[in-house]
């Protein structure tokens, strides 16, 4: 098993472009979730989703988008970047989001700057 | 809102000492508390869980204590090794009530062991 997969691992953007962070995972885990780890802030939960289909916000949602077709997927759209999405964004999954069993597996993360 | 914090940003001992990292939570009443591993570059790595109505939980050389009266968990490494030097993070999970087990993460503490 590959685990959870990222790309791509570094991304160099201008304000205002819009990108897309792939995430996968052939682990069959339906839930799976975007956080943000910033200096000082420790990791922010952006978006999730508990199955294909089901998407919800997380603690700082503004400026991006998801969406989850298939098991697999779960990529991540930042709309029109700003500096202060500048961050590393790591993508994650689990068995379930319920109690005892939503042991997050994480993937390698994406470092991304917005110029 | 929900409030973790972990003591001290970072924390240096000695090898062949414990290690003893400190997680208050405020706000909510987790049902569970994971604790995870994150190697500089790296995603965080799941260590271990802990239920409410467990008071300790060890594996290896790892220990975690839970009082839920205190709102504070204590992760305990004995016979560190420069090996254990990392960033942990403290995670304690939003399940009362709720079909939607999300983790709030603490901004972690830095561990150095020495030699």
């Known amino acids: 098993n590959a685990g959870v997969t990222q790309t791509p691992k570094f991304q160099v953007l201008k304000t205002g472009q819009s990108m897309t962070l792939q995430c996968a995972q052939d682990?069959?885990?339906?839930?799976m979730s975007w956080y943000r780890q910033d200096p000082g802030m420790g990791l922010r939960l952006i978006h999730y989703?508990?199955?294909?289909?089901?998407?919800d916000q997380g603690e700082v949602p503004n400026g991006y988008n998801v969406s989850r077709s298939t098991t697999e997927d779960f990529p991540l759209r930042l709309l029109s970047a700003a500096p202060s999405q500048t961050s590393v964004y790591f993508c994650a999954s689990s068995y379930s989001n319920r109690g005892p069993f939503n042991e997050q597996f994480f993937g390698p993360g994406t470092r991304l700057t917005v110029l | 809102s929900q409030k973790i914090e972990q003591n001290s940003e970072a924390l240096n001992i000695q090898e062949g000492k414990t290690a003893t990292l400190t997680c208050n939570y405020t706000n909510y009443s987790p049902a569970y508390l994971q604790w995870y591993r994150q190697d500089p570059g790296r995603g965080p790595v799941f260590l271990l869980l802990?239920?409410?109505?467990?008071k300790e939980k060890r594996k290896e050389r790892l220990k975690v204590t839970f009082d839920t009266t205190l709102k504070q968990s204590l992760f305990h490494i004995t016979a560190s090794q420069p090996a254990d030097s990392a960033t942990y993070l403290c995670?304690?999970?939003?399940?009362?009530?709720?079909?939607?087990?999300?983790?709030?993460f603490g901004r972690g503490t830095q561990l150095t062991v020495w030699p």
């Open positions: 989703s508990v199955g294909a289909g089901i998407t």
């Open positions: 802990i239920r409410e109505n467990e």
């Open positions: 682990m069959n885990h339906e839930y």
């Open positions: 995670a304690p999970t939003a399940d009362r009530g709720s079909t939607l087990g999300r983790l709030y």
